[in-house]
C-alpha cells in the first residue's frame, strides 16, 4: 500500500513535469491525480494482459503517467473555469 502511495505520487509529479504551462495543484491534489493515473495506467495494462492491476510493469507506469497528465490537465482546465466564473 504505501509502494502504491510512493508510486502514485511520483507518476502525479511526472504528470506535472510533462504537462505544459504552471499546475496550481497542491501535494494531495498531485498525490490523488497520480493515484487516479496509476489505476487507470494498472487497469488498461492487466486489460492487455501484461500483469496485475498491483503490479508494477512498464506498459502500466507509461500508460499511469499519460493518463494522469490528461487528468492534470483536466483538473487545471476545470480550475481555471471555475475561477473565472467566481470572478463575473
Known sequence: M???????????ALARLFTPGKQKLG????LLL???GSVIGGSIA???G???IFEL???GFIVAVISSVMLVG???SLSARN????TR
Open 50 to 52: 501484461t500483469g496485475s
Open 57 to 59: 510493469n512498464v506498459l
Open 46 to 48: 492487466a486489460l492487455l
Open 34 to 36: 497520480g493515484l487516479a
Open 27 to 30: 501535494l494531495l491534489a498531485t
Open 74 to 76: 483536466t483538473a487545471e
Open 83 to 86: 475561477k473565472k466564473n467566481l
Open 2 to 12: 504505501i509502494g502504491f502511495i510512493i508510486a502514485g505520487l511520483i507518476i502525479g
